[in-house]
């Protein structure tokens, strides 16, 4: 009887993580087709003359449509979970993908990008949800697991863009469409294990929502991880969407040059979104969050005075550092308020997105009147906002 109890233990063990790593390949395909589009802003720049002003609008419709979203399906979800609603996400975005490879103005462009972006809100809350319940209490590990997939997917798409698209020209974005139904077929079996998981787990007590700090002190906490993850989020989008650009413009570069540099600072970006949650787990989530926004300083005043190969090394050892701070931020404010698991992965992945966009769509402006220089020199001085760490409290063991 031992044994078939330990045989059984295992299994279930296999079974969870099956399903985190389920879930972490749709981030990853999931992302692929979102960053086909801030990929492609010099194709798109080319082919319908836009300034950098509408390329920001296209990053702030995207971002801010992900943003508005995820909170409410987060308070939604956490109510009356929605499993199904998964791979539904995914067929937004393949709609949005079809639309962007056929779109012949900015208007018809500006809808593919809401599309993509409705699909990230769908998938984003829920996805982050499962990837909790499977995590069998190590949710740092989980967190980044299932991060890791997207940030793998954001650093893959510049290089889809980069040889199959940029050569074969904007229609070619079609046959992304195929990777939205692989990712279809996937959240349906995996929106099956969450409708059985709850079945099975149906008995037990709901999670206690007990606040552990007064609830003044979870509000400040709450807006300072949210201040924090706009700073590093606005950072991130001035190099994700006008890496390229600066590049190009600053070292001479050719397209392809200018997004494999792109994909250095991504790839890197997907590694330290991996080491941050398993070094949460061990060293607890507020110590990982001062580590990376306080750590990354120093290389983000050096990178507007670089040159092409420290340039080079700089983008890695920014994404490295500073990426590591997401799943903790999560982790850390999902203990901060329990029992809201949905909510919090709305707020925090969707206003990662939504504070993106803004940021996008400001430094575009800039971008246009003073040029990249001038936007990669300003945005040097966004990880000194890090220092609201130290408002950061220690949260009760016990919880």
Same mark, same amino acid.
């Given at each position: 009887?031992?044994?078939?109890?330990?045989?059984?233990?295992?299994?279930?063990?296999?079974?969870?993580?099956?399903?985190?790593?389920?879930?972490?390949?749709?981030?990853?395909?999931?992302?692929?087709?979102?960053?086909?589009?801030?990929?492609?802003?010099?194709?798109?720049?080319?082919?319908?003359?836009?300034? #950098?002003?509408?390329?920001?609008?296209?990053?702030?419709?995207?971002?801010?449509?992900?943003?508005?979203?995820?909170?409410?399906?987060?308070?939604?979800?956490?109510?009356?979970?929605?499993?199904?609603?998964?791979?539904?996400?995914?067929?937004?975005?393949?709609?949005?993908?079809?639309?962007?490879?056929?779109?012949?103005?900015?208007?018809?462009?500006?809808?593919?990008?809401?599309?993509?972006?409705?699909?990230?809100?769908?998938?984003?809350?829920?996805?982050?949800?499962?990837?909790?319940?499977?995590?069998?209490?190590?949710?740092?590990?989980?967190?980044?697991? #299932?991060?890791?997939?997207?940030?793998?997917?954001?650093?893959?798409?510049?290089?889809?863009?980069?040889?199959?698209?940029?050569?074969?020209?904007?229609?070619?974005?079609?046959?992304?469409?195929?990777?939205?139904?692989?990712?279809?077929?996937?959240?349906?079996?995996?929106?099956?294990?969450?409708?059985?998981?709850?079945?099975?787990n149906s008995h037990r007590p709901a999670v206690s929502r007990t606040l552990p700090l007064p609830r003044g002190k979870v509000m400040m906490?709450?807006?300072?991880?949210?201040?924090?993850?706009?700073?590093?989020?606005?950072?991130?989008?001035?190099?994700?969407?006008?890496?390229?650009?600066?590049?190009?413009?600053? #070292?001479?570069?050719?397209?392809?040059?200018?997004?494999?540099?792109?994909?250095?600072?991504?790839?890197?970006?997907?590694?330290?979104?991996?080491?941050?949650?398993?070094?949460?787990?061990?060293?607890?989530?507020?110590?990982?969050?001062?580590?990376?926004?306080?750590?990354?300083?120093?290389?983000?005043?050096?990178?507007?005075?670089?040159?092409?190969?420290?340039?080079?090394?700089?983008?890695?050892?920014?994404?490295?550092?500073?990426?590591?701070?997401?799943?903790?931020?999560?982790?850390?404010?999902?203990?901060?308020?329990?029992?809201?698991?949905?909510?919090?992965?709305?707020?925090?992945?969707? #206003?990662?997105?939504?504070?993106?966009?803004?940021?996008?769509?400001?430094?575009?402006?800039?971008?246009?009147?003073?040029?990249?220089?001038?936007?990669?020199?300003?945005?040097?001085?966004?990880?000194?906002?890090?220092?609201?760490?130290?408002?950061?409290?220690?949260?009760?063991?016990?919880?």
């Open positions: 009887m031992a044994s078939i109890s330990a045989g059984n233990s295992i299994s279930a063990e296999r079974t969870a993580f099956s399903v985190i790593v389920a879930v972490s390949v749709c981030h990853m395909l999931n992302d692929i087709m979102q960053s086909l589009l801030t990929s492609l802003y010099p194709l798109l720049k080319a082919n319908y003359a836009l300034d #950098f002003m509408q390329i920001g609008l296209l990053t702030f419709t995207f971002q801010v449509t992900a943003s508005l979203l995820q909170p409410a399906v987060g308070v939604v979800t956490d109510r009356s979970p929605m499993p199904f609603s998964l791979p539904a996400g995914m067929l937004s975005t393949c709609a949005g993908l079809l639309l962007l490879a056929n779109a012949h103005s900015f208007p018809l462009l500006l809808v593919a990008a809401s599309l993509i972006g409705l699909g990230s809100a769908i998938f984003h809350p829920e996805s982050s949800r499962i990837a909790r319940l499977a995590s069998g209490g190590r949710h740092g590990l989980a967190q980044s697991l #299932f991060q890791v997939g997207g940030n793998a997917g954001t650093a893959i798409g510049p290089l889809l863009a980069a040889f199959i698209v940029v050569p074969r020209g904007q229609g070619s974005l079609g046959w992304f469409s195929l990777i939205a139904l692989a990712g279809f077929v996937i959240l349906s079996f995996v929106s099956s294990w969450y409708t059985r998981h709850r079945r099975a906490t709450l807006v300072v991880l949210i201040l924090l993850t706009a700073t590093k989020n606005i950072y991130m989008s001035s190099v994700s969407s006008y890496f390229t650009f600066y590049t190009m413009e600053k #070292f001479g570069l050719d397209l392809q040059s200018a997004q494999l540099l792109l994909f250095l600072f991504l790839g890197s970006s997907a590694a330290g979104v991996l080491l941050g949650g398993p070094f949460g787990d061990r060293y607890g989530a507020r110590f990982v969050i001062w580590f990376s926004i306080l750590g990354v300083i120093p290389f983000a005043l050096m990178l507007p005075y670089a040159n092409l190969f420290w340039t080079s090394v700089l983008v890695v050892i920014i994404g490295l550092v500073f990426s590591s701070a997401f799943s903790a931020i999560v982790v850390f404010a999902q203990e901060l308020v329990p029992g809201r698991v949905g909510l919090i992965a709305g707020m925090f992945f969707g #206003f990662a997105f939504g504070a993106g966009g803004i940021g996008a769509a400001v430094l575009g402006v800039f971008a246009d009147s003073r040029g990249i220089d001038f936007v990669y020199s300003a945005c040097s001085y966004l990880p000194l906002l890090g220092i609201l760490t130290v408002f950061l409290p220690k949260i009760p063991r016990h919880r």
